[in-house]
T-cell receptor, first 110, second 116 residues
């Protein structure tokens, strides 16, 4: 099984905020990442956070990191239909490779 | 930003033939590239780490004779699926980073392989 865990599905109304949660296991991970995958496409890096940070904000995206609980979240403000996709969180392992969660499918409804 | 180009984006081949997939870093040099496989509605499974100028490192359970990886230059890695069978049909994605550690992975757009 995967070391990084995410809820599989999230449905949100257009204009509301979306929050995607993730837990990881390697306390020595230095970086944690959020990627977005649209149907039939590769992965697009959304944002990443260094482990000594609690929060990072980038336009509509806010990442929160609780290192004690090994919990990572991604908040998307004012969710739009174009935000419908699969979102993967990932942790950096051994300083060079990423371990991915199963992905959260976000569906934005009108 | 850093761009990774993967080619072809889709390919259909007959069982028993071999297929080569290319992964190029367009505006940076990548000493390390990664090859992932993704099954429908599932996460990415790391297949192997491609190291420029040396042998690839394969993850447990991945057949190295089946999935040949060559990293001939700092901007190109290739994955060859040899003697393909229908169970090899999948979405293959490569990624690369500019340097070890902090820099994020940049992904290609993937190759959809269908073996008939």
């Amino acid at each position: 099984g995967e070391d990084v865990e995410q809820s599989l599905f999230l449905s949100v109304r257009e204009g509301d905020s979306s929050v995607i949660n993730c837990t990881y296991t390697d306390s020595s991970s230095t970086y944690l990442y959020w990627y977005k995958q649209e149907p039939g496409a590769g992965l697009q890096l959304l944002t990443y956070i260094f482990s000594n940070m609690d929060m990072k904000q980038d336009q509509r995206l806010t990442v929160l990191l609780n290192k004690k609980d090994k919990h990572l979240s991604l908040r998307i403000a004012d969710t739009q239909t174009g935000d419908s996709a699969i979102y993967f969180c990932a942790e950096l392992i051994d300083d060079y490779k990423l371990s991915f969660g199963a992905g959260t499918t976000v569906t934005v409804r009108a | 930003g850093a761009v990774v180009s993967q080619h072809p984006s889709w390919v259909i081949c007959k069982s028993g033939t071999s297929v080569k997939i290319e992964c190029r870093s367009l505006d940076f040099q990548a000493t390390t590239m990664f090859w992932y496989r993704q099954f429908p509605k599932q996460s990415l499974m790391l297949m192997a780490t491609s190291n420029e100028g040396s042998k690839a490192t394969y993850e447990q359970g991945v057949e190295k004779d089946k999935f040949l990886i060559n990293h001939a230059s700092l901007t190109l890695s290739t994955l060859t699926v040899t003697s393909a069978h229908p169970e090899d049909s999948s979405f293959y994605i490569c990624s690369a980073r500019e340097r070890r550690g902090a820099s994020p992975l940049h992904f290609g757009n993937g190759t959809r392989l269908t073996v008939t």
